[in-house]
């Protein structure tokens, strides 16, 4: 089974600098490729002077995460895609728990290992943590983080599953599905890509699984910060646009106005909290989900997964249930 480690950059040399080599020294069982999305910083130089091995793909334009992989891999010949941030470390040994799973599960598809935060290494990290699920309304959480709690380590999690979706910070996906499901969908540019990507996966059949065996420490908002409206605007636009393309056709209308009501009430919860930007950036993605609604309508598949949710609100059960941990939502 061959793999392919791909790391999207773009102007991210002092993140090359800093987390390369370990990726290099712990993953000699992978092909490494940088995937550069027309950076115009120092990035091509410094691979190319201090890692020959490595092998570089130079995208034309910023296509963003999903436009910017996709264009990548094209140029990517392997059994298995191993997409990785160039913000996160690797540990030793994080790629052969994969290996051992995609040879024993024909119909796992996908795989996320166990994300911690590098900043504070004994926590989860918020983009995945310990695998990733929606709500009824597409509202995404994981095991180990839920809106802005975000639990410490303590071994809770430790336990190979199937999950919903797999974060794109580390993601492992067999070529042939990536290929059959044609990739990211390019207009997200960037944000809940790849949950749509897993949603698609479900819809065929496949499964998605997380792997606690395979640990890797994220940094997080190198590209957008949490607190960035655009990143506001691609979360909210994006999430829209997934449920679109993937909700079962017999609850979609009464799902989605029920999504907008809430994503009203959340815009209104920015005002409220002196965050004006991020309210517009609430509104410019439900501008862009009205214009741009017959088109996404338009990618739906033949068959859509009907039990892709692991509670009706984790809104609800959040604020209103106290349910802050995943432990005490079932």
């Not at 088109?295 to 009706?312: D, E, I, L």
Request: proline fraction near 3%; hydrophobic fraction near 40%.
């Amino acid at each position: 089974m061959t793999l392919a480690v791909v790391i999207l950059n773009w102007n991210g040399v002092s993140l090359l600098e800093q987390f390369l080599p370990t990726l290099i020294k712990c993953s000699s069982e992978a092909t490494i490729y940088i995937a550069d999305n027309a950076s115009t910083d120092a990035s091509i130089s410094y691979v190319k002077t201090n890692f020959p091995q490595v092998q570089i793909i130079q995208n034309e334009s910023n296509y963003g995460f999903a436009g910017g992989y996709n264009e990548a891999l094209k140029n990517v010949t392997a059994d298995i895609f191993v997409l990785v941030n160039s913000d996160v470390e690797v540990t030793p040994n994080w790629l052969n728990p994969m290996i051992t799973t995609f040879e024993n599960e024909p119909q796992t598809a996908i795989i996320q290992p166990k994300i911690l935060d590098f900043k504070n290494k004994e926590y989860f990290e918020y983009a995945g943590a310990g695998g990733g699920f929606i709500d009824k309304y597409g509202f995404p959480f994981c095991r180990g983080r839920i809106f802005e709690t975000i639990e410490k380590d303590l071994g809770q999690y430790d336990d190979a599953l199937s999950i919903f979706w797999a974060s794109g910070a580390c993601f492992f996906i067999r070529s042939v599905v990536y290929n059959e499901l044609k990739g990211f969908d390019a207009s997200f540019f960037a944000h809940q890509e790849e949950i749509d990507l897993c949603w698609r996966a479900h819809n065929k059949g496949y499964a998605v699984k997380y792997n606690p065996k395979s640990v890797v420490y994220h940094v997080g908002g190198a590209t957008l910060q949490q607190g960035n409206p655009k990143k506001t605007e691609l979360n909210f636009r994006n999430s829209l646009f997934m449920l679109t393309k993937n909700l079962p056709k017999n609850v979609l209308y009464q799902r989605l106005f029920i999504r907008l009501l809430l994503d009203g009430v959340a815009a209104l919860q920015f005002l409220v909290k002196g965050k004006p930007k991020h309210f517009f950036s609430v509104l410019k993605a439900h501008l862009a989900f009205y214009q741009y609604f017959s088109s996404q309508f338009k990618k739906r598949a033949t068959v859509q997964n009907v039990s892709y949710y692991q509670v009706n609100s984790i809104v609800f059960s959040y604020f209103i249930k106290n349910g802050t941990v995943f432990g005490k939502l079932v």
